[in-house]
T-cell receptor
């Protein structure tokens, strides 16, 4: 079945450092890919998405490119802020299916 | 304000005592779903509903029931809770079940079963 694998956390960075959170997937069809973010005490909210190969999703300085050849959707940000501290979930939604399949989440901690 | 509202946010109960977690959305969404979040396991889908009176099992439906009598509400029912149902629960909705539309989440309900 479909699955998403994320790097283990926590990822600990200093403010203004470069961020990469790895995400790879397995899917039978042509999935759409998503990154959701969960701030402390809150529900998940969509950060960015890409619906086909080579698409780049971007939002709030975060970017991720849909790489079909490597089945990856790595999240990147050039300069993180303390306010980016949260748990980040990679997810996919396969063609014609109704549910999101989530990775286990990666906690990011950014210190001043 | 567009939102998904869950209640209660926190609950401690005992084994076997029936409880209901309510979920309501004000966006006229057709699709609603329940997930549970556990450490190291991410989010797993419990039940979903494509529209009023249409519900189906997700990946971990055992011990749960749902109903969808109105478009805006999708309660999660634990008829006889057990300690392995201690978890953080999220309700979510989207305009339609199929397609790539955004899934909107509630703030979560943390349930502890003693």
């Amino acid at each position: 079945g479909d699955s998403v694998t994320q790097m283990e956390g926590p990822v600990t960075l200093s403010e203004e450092a470069f961020l990469t959170i790895n995400c790879t997937y397995t899917a039978t069809g042509y999935p759409s890919l998503f990154w959701y973010v969960q701030y402390p005490g809150e529900g998940l909210q969509l950060l960015l998405k890409a619906t086909k190969a080579d698409d780049k999703g971007s939002n709030k300085g975060f970017e991720a490119t849909y790489r079909k050849e490597t089945t990856s959707f790595h999240l990147e940000k050039g300069s993180v802020q303390v306010s980016d501290s949260a748990v980040y979930f990679c997810a996919l939604k396969d063609t014609g299916f109704q549910k999101l399949v989530f990775g286990t989440g990666t906690r990011l901690l950014v210190s001043p | 304000e567009a939102q998904v509202t869950q209640n209660p946010r926190y609950l401690i109960t005992v084994t076997g005592k029936k409880l209901t977690v309510t979920c309501s959305q004000n966006m006229n969404h057709e699709y609603m779903s329940w997930y549970r979040q556990d450490p190291g396991l991410g989010l797993r889908q419990i039940y979903y509903s494509m529209n009023v009176e249409v519900t189906d099992k997700g990946d971990v439906p055992e011990g749960y029931k749902v109903s969808r009598k109105e478009k805006r509400n999708f309660p999660l029912i634990l008829e006889s809770p057990s300690p392995n149902q201690t978890s953080l629960y999220f309700c979510a909705s989207s305009l339609q079940g199929r397609g790539t539309g955004e899934l909107f989440f509630g703030e979560g309900s943390r349930l502890t079963v003693l």
